[in-house]
């Protein structure tokens, strides 16, 4: 089963898709993740994509449509597949239609969750990981049970994204409401979309999705 998760910054894609990880074995590809790691590792793309990242600007469509393609050649995906935070844009949507066609593969669903817009910004800004586990917390919604210690494996370090400020974040929604809302009607056309509340708590939504993926999106599950 191969899936797009879509909804602005802060809708919790990345969470879900977590879910689904460890819930069903489908493996989560998010361009942000490959992004970062980029980044972090200095690489030519990395180099390439670091101050566009940090301005929230969106990466180039080649660019991350050949790190898809690099990682569904790398194997380990046929539980099926998760695309968090990408496509972005048409032309991506394209290139992972051919990506997909040129593997024997296609979409089965696209998930869009619907959010409220004014509440994400304090979403995404709160946000922090742990930065040895990646346990996600949240400076309102989700602080560690005791402060400043991990929850899950008990590290004292924490980590916030560069591109979580307020500033950069208009800019995130900015470019989704621009490039990556006009791609729903690609998918809507395809009867692929389905709804689903991503205001609600994180248990409800990964309830939600779960309907959709096991009845065959026989219903809208909000
Ligand atoms: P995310 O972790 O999905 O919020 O992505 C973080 C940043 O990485 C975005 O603001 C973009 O700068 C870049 N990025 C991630 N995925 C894409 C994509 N599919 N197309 C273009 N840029 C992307």
Known sequence: MNIILLGPPGAGKGTQAGRLVSERAMVQL?????LRAAVKSGSPVGLRAKAVMEAGELVSDSIVSALIGERLDAGGTDAGVIFDGFPRTAPQAEALD???AER??????????EVDEAALTERVVGRFTCARCGEGYHDVFKRPVKAGVCDVCGSTEFKRRPDDNADTVATRMAEYRAKTAPILPIYEARGLVYRVNGMADIEEVAGAIGIILDKGGALDAF
């Open 30 to 34: 998010s361009t942000g993740d490959m």
């Open 104 to 113: 024997g593969r296609s979409l089965d669903y696209v998930v869009e969750l």
């Open 98 to 100: 051919l990506l997909l």
